[in-house]
């Protein structure tokens, strides 16, 4: 998915003309999502392992936390990729929306089917 989502960033920046954002959106994507999911899986392995009255709460709420989590990628993206080139604002948050917000609401879509 990881490799398809590289391709939509690939075609939306050159369509938009913000190549120079591809590379550096592409590894923050991949740093933010190493973090978190290792964040959240240590945390389910600790609430599993140690204070197991918790983990359902946990899993009832890993929802809410994944959302959280993509809701203040964006917007770090938008910051760190405004600072990187200089174009106009609603490009970038074009390029934004179609790379990061319709695959999650995709995703979500096919969660929950």
Request: glycine residues 4%.
């Amino acid at each position: 998915l990881l490799h398809l989502k590289y391709i939509l960033m690939f075609i939306t920046g050159h369509v938009l003309n913000l190549k120079d954002c591809i590379a550096a959106h592409y590894q923050k994507i991949l740093q933010s999502g190493a973090s978190c999911f290792g964040l959240l899986s240590a945390l389910a392995l600790v609430l599993f392992s140690l204070a197991p009255d918790y983990f359902p709460l946990f899993t009832e709420n890993f929802g809410f936390l994944i959302s959280v989590f993509f809701l203040l990628r964006f917007f770090v993206l938008y910051i760190v990729l405004l600072s990187k080139a200089t174009f106009i604002n609603p490009y970038l948050f074009s390029y934004l929306c179609v790379t990061e917000v319709i695959p999650l609401i995709i995703g979500i879509k096919i969660a929950q089917f």
